[in-house]
Nanobody, 119 residues
Framework: QVQLVESGGGLVQAGGSLRLSCAAS????????MGWFRQAPGKERELVAD????????YSADSVKGRFTISRDNAKNTVYLQMNSLEPEDTAVYYC????????????WGQGTQVTVSS
């Protein structure tokens, strides 16, 4: 079992930056791939970024490529999402999630943190 707790959301002006953190419980954090998702009102949840268990492999959605960076610190059981050049379209609830290595299904989810970008 892995429990995930996100933090770092808030209100920011367009062009600003935020860093989201996701703290995980459990001793097996380093064996899980991690993802950041977001869901805006009236829209489907979308995968924003993903990182492999070692951090060697990452994925970013086209909509955030070049602006958002996912990283992890296995010693701290934490995954991060650095968000730069934020746009009003990035406004959403952001969730972190965990998947077992080699499997694309995310099985553990955090409660989410709100990110609001004002124009």
């Amino acid at each position: 079992q892995v429990q995930l707790v996100e933090s770092g959301g808030g209100l920011v002006q367009a062009g600003g930056s935020l860093r989201l953190s996701c703290a995980a419980s459990g001793r097996t954090f380093s064996s899980y791939g991690m993802g950041w998702f977001r869901q805006a009102p009236g829209k489907e949840r979308e995968l924003v970024a993903d990182i492999s268990w070692s951090g060697a492999s990452t994925y970013s959605a086209d909509s955030v490529k070049g602006r958002f960076t996912i990283s992890r610190d296995n010693a701290k059981n934490t995954v991060y999402l650095q968000m730069n050049s934020l746009e009003p379209e990035d406004t959403a609830v952001y969730y972190c999630a965990a998947r077992r290595t080699g499997i694309q299904e995310y099985i553990y989810w955090g409660q989410g943190t709100q990110v609001t970008v004002s124009s």
